[in-house]
């Protein structure tokens, strides 16, 4: 069953003779536990679709539909809520919040879907042994290192359980020993909750572990 549809979706930054078409009627289906990588050009409008899929932009034609229902009549603050509760969402860079450590910041996603601070300790301390970082629980992000950092990303974006997790190059700001073992992280964790992944990635070998690749060209997803 798809989980996420994107219809016909076109996206057009600015007006008049400067607008800029990023996409021009991209369809893209991804459905339930399913992995999708997106790969294509600078500049070519991966990271537009994922800020549309997850629903933190919003395109200027077309529809996203997440469990068969339309989101585009959504009021901001349904969105919101959709958004924290239906997808995680990681980063090239890990954005982790500078003044916070590793616990606070996995625990944060799930104190703002209202889960109790037992609750959400008790998870971020299970998700952080998941991922390696037990030793690391009161470091703030300067002082973790590039993959450390990422992991706790990792964690973060599983918090809330998310039904879709959307990645923008996870890896890239990893060296490739970095980047192959977190990757193989974040794909037995994807497997093991049952998440969808839909994945942005420079890497054609991380593109190939998933189950389908989708190219972004001229504003169009196609599959090869
Ligand atoms: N808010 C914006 N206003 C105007 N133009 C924008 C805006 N955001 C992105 N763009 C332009 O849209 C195009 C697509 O940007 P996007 O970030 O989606 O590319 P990308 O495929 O993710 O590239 P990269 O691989 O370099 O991350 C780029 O040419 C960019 O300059
Ligand atoms: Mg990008």
Not at 22 to 31: K, P, R
Not at 45 to 61: E, R
Not at 81 to 90: E, Q
Not at 122 to 144: M, N, W
Request: with cysteine; hydrophobic share 40%; aromatic share 4%.
């Amino acid at each position: 069953m798809s989980l996420l549809d994107i219809k016909s979706v076109s996206k057009t930054y600015g007006l008049g003779e400067g607008a800029l078409t990023v996409l021009s009627g991209a369809d893209l289906i991804l459905n339930k536990g399913e992995r999708v990588a997106i790969v294509g050009q600078s500049g070519s409008g991966k990271s537009t679709l994922l800020h549309i899929a997850g629903l933190l932009d919003k395109p200027t034609v077309g529809e996203v539909h997440l469990n068969n229902v339309s989101v585009d009549d959504f009021s901001d603050r349904k969105r919101s809520a959709v958004r924290n509760s239906t997808f995680g969402f990681i980063y090239q860079t890990h954005h982790l919040m500078p003044d916070f450590t590793a616990l606070e910041n996995v625990i944060m996603p799930a104190r703002i879907a209202g889960m109790s601070q037992k609750d959400a300790v008790t998870r971020a301390h299970e998700l952080l042994a998941k991922v390696g970082l037990s030793h690391r629980l009161s470091h703030r992000p300067s002082e973790l290192s590039g993959g450390e950092g990422q992991r706790v990303a990792i964690a973060r974006a599983l918090m809330n359980k998310p039904e879709i997790l959307l990645a923008d190059e996870p890896t890239g700001s990893l060296d490739p020993d970095n980047a192959d073992s977190v990757f193989d992280l974040f794909e037995s964790l994807v497997k093991d909750e049952g998440m969808a992944l839909l994945m942005v990635t420079h890497n054609p070998d991380l593109a190939k572990r998933c189950d389908r690749v989708l190219h972004l060209d001229h504003g169009h997803l196609t599959q090869s």
